[in-house]
């Protein structure tokens, strides 16, 4: 193995954190743009009375776009099928790894918010059962699963393979972990100016062998949730990270190497700003298709279950006719009446024919043209 170029690595930031002295004066032109926006982002889940339905695409688009970020190259249907061929929640050997990996990021930031719902903080205890199953599969599984690092790891360049960073070294992870859980729970700055700092924080101490990048991204989400900054769980910023992804990496070593971080500050801000105004505009072109669809699918189906027909297909917009007695109400032969009629109206697409044990799959072409990325 050849010698690691550490030419251009720059260090952790050993003893300056947290941060004593940003400079609202600085950012206080972003923090303002940031929490209008994602006010008027929230102000939309709050009027949503079935956000849950609606929005879960956006969970499943973060995944595909945050695994992306990590070279993990998948597509918004490879994901749903999937869904719709292991809707029990089983894993399987014989899909592209690539898929399961992302799968497996929008399992796991599912079951994050379900914990926290029950009770859980964000604390150390939760991040490693985040990771077990973020790594519970497939390339990630000999990654040590659920445990922080015991060897020094590096953030590499991708193309000249050059060392760009070298995070808290493994004798002073728990020290780091502490101050920056002591930081969530107890400093006192706005929460889109602290979410910023713990964001760059958490990817500065790289406290696992892999998949920090991907926990990293949730803990976004989970800041926001539970400080109540959103009041559903459906915030999701990796879209314009990943565009903005060489300024995002600067950014983050400047912070270690001189103590820039109200510039970091502001690019997390204007990522928040930006990524309100299109998670918004996503969740009204979703919202308007649902009202669209109302009318549609009570005169196609003709029917009582009309309503959860169409909620089904919202939560899953790609799937199995097998799935919809499981997951809902609605008996086999009215299941399978359901799908001939919509596909019959051209509502629903044929994607793969009956065979053997596998019923027909079907998805919701208006719904996932506004979701594919």
Known sequence: MNALDLTHAITYHYDKFPPKNIDLTKIMNALLGATSAIARYDQMLKNMHNSEILLAPLRNQEAVISSRMEGTISTMDELLQYEADFADGEMSHTVRSDVVET????????????????????????????????????????????????EQNYLADTISRNILFIPISPERLDEGLDLLFDYIHHDNSPILLKTAVTHLEFEALHPFADGNGRIGRMLITLLLWSSQ???????????????????????????????????????????????????????????????????????????????????????????????????????????????????????????EEASGRKSTRYSFEPLMRLVRV
């Open 103 to 150: 799968v497996l990021y929008q399992r796991t930031l599912k079951n994050a918010q379900q914990a926290m719902s029950d009770g859980y903080p964000l604390s150390k205890s939760l991040l490693k059962t985040m990771h077990e199953q973020l790594l519970s599969f497939g390339r990630g599984a000999d990654k040590f699963p659920g445990q922080f690092k015991k």
């Open 229 to 351: 900054t959103i009041s559903a769980p459906h915030f999701y910023i990796s879209g314009y990270l990943e565009e903005n992804k060489d300024r995002y990496i600067d950014l983050m070593r400047s912070v270690s190497n001189h103590d820039e971080w109200e510039e970091w500050v502001v690019f997390f801000l204007n990522a928040i700003e930006k990524q309100s105004i299109k998670n918004l505009e996503i969740a009204e072109n979703i919202r308007h298709l649902y009202e669209e669809m109302k009318p549609r699918f009570s005169d196609v189906l003709s029917s009582k279950y009309a309503l959860e027909m169409l909620d089904f297909v919202f939560t899953y917009p790609v799937f199995r006719n097998n799935n919809i007695p499981k997951q809902t109400g609605i008996s086999v032969p009215t299941a399978n009446r359901f799908t001939k009629l919509l596909a019959d109206a051209d509502i629903l697409t044929i994607t």
